[in-house]
């Protein structure tokens, strides 16, 4: 019963996008919307007793950024990724210095930079912002079925011959950025954070879906961001797949503690930490950067970048997206002399309510 689809040789692009976007729905037409969706229920009733799918695609992103992180000027980048519907489900996701799993227990994220390993622990509901949910074909057709009417975004419905010489069935759903950007910062950051247009394309003979891509509208012109490069389904899962090793030497990421003191870090804004912050990584007091970030320990890679620096400016903060924190500008001169500027993202949706640096260095 596996089926592989393959598109070697074909002159067209695939992608897949994050489960956030997913979920976005689509509308068009009376006529269209009433096709489309057959095309989906049959393509949800084709999958309903799957076993297991591995997937591989790639993303246009940098190697060790966050799984649904996009970047319109960087390269592809594979990602690959397999689910099993047994009891209990697993899942793992995994791209270049990154990789996540979920063994029917608990969930398990490492990620490989600076010369040192993180990891973070979860729950068996902790997705990692992975694509894990893609798998999941059934669930994610059913959301954009029944989500159509509620924002009626525009669809079409067309036919193909797919690179096999069998019919296929094409639904273009074209989306929008979601989220407050007035200021763009965040803007074709990620999926949901940009206008696209998304492809599903499906067997007609099956029902089941060969692929998916997915377009970023930029102003240079449409850009491939996913793209899907094989599914297959009913695939085999030994168990190794879902088992990680973890080095002796990790750095483990957890929720921010609450300090003795935390009140005097809960009162201070998200431009009064940004400056704590730097102020603590130019007098090198390691156990003071500590507070405003989540990590067991600082690596060194982090205090040869940014210890001894200067302060030379700290903005306004400001939302971007659909971001659940803020971002601070700012601008410092690193010991080695380079002036580096940026926008510091800080949150404080944690049990400290203090805020904490989750990005912008």
């Known amino acids: 019963m596996r089926k592989r689809y393959g598109k070697a040789g074909l002159g067209l692009a695939a992608g897949v996008a994050v489960a956030a976007v997913l979920f976005v729905p689509w509308g068009g037409t009376a006529g269209h919307r009433a096709t489309a969706a057959e095309v989906f229920a049959q393509a949800i009733a ?22 649904a992180a996009i970047h319109l000027d960087a390269e592809m980048v594979p990602q690959e990724m397999w689910a099993d519907f047994g009891d209990p489900p697993r899942w793992r996701v995994e791209k270049a210095g990154r990789v996540a799993v979920m063994d029917g227990r608990s969930s398990l994220l490492l990620i490989d930079i600076t010369a040192s390993v993180f990891a973070v622990r979860g729950s068996v509901n902790q997705t990692f912002d992975s694509w894990q949910e893609l798998t999941h074909v059934d669930r994610v057709l059913d959301t954009e079925l029944r989500l159509a009417e509620k924002m009626g975004w525009d669809l079409e419905l067309t036919h193909e011959q797919g690179p096999d010489g069998q019919p296929r069935l094409v639904v273009t759903i074209e ?24 492809v599903y394309r499906f067997d007609a003979g099956t029902h089941r879906l060969e692929d998916l891509e997915v377009w970023v509208h930029a102003e240079e012109g449409d850009v491939l961001v996913l793209d899907i490069t094989e599914i297959e389904y009913d695939a085999p899962t030994p168990d190794e797949l879902f088992a990680l090793s973890v080095p002796d030497d990790v750095i483990w990421v957890e929720e921010p503690a609450i300090l003795p003191n935390n009140q005097q870090y809960a009162r201070m804004t998200a431009a009064q930490a940004a400056r704590a912050f730097f102020s603590a ?7 003071e950067v500590r507070k405003f970030g989540s990590v067991s320990e600082v690596p060194q890679g982090y205090k040869d970048l940014l210890g001894r620096l200067e302060i030379l400016r700290i903005g306004e903060p400001f939302e971007s997206g659909r971001y659940p924190g803020l971002f601070v ?28 640096v989750d990005g912008g260095i």
Not at 281 to 287: H, Q, T, V
């Open 175 to 198: 989306a929008r950025a979601q989220g407050d950007f007035t200021h763009d910062w965040c803007k074709n950051k990620s999926i949901s954070a940009s206008d696209n247009r998304r």
């Open 281 to 287: 990584c130019a007098a090198e007091d390691w156990d």
């Open 329 to 356: 500008p700012y601008e410092v001169r690193l010991n080695s002399g380079v002036v580096k500027s940026g926008n510091l993202a800080l949150r404080d949706d944690n049990p400290a309510r203090r805020f904490v």
């Open 46 to 67: 084709a999958v309903a007793e799957l076993q297991s799918v591995h997937m591989k695609l790639n993303v246009r992103t940098t190697p060790n950024e966050n799984f």
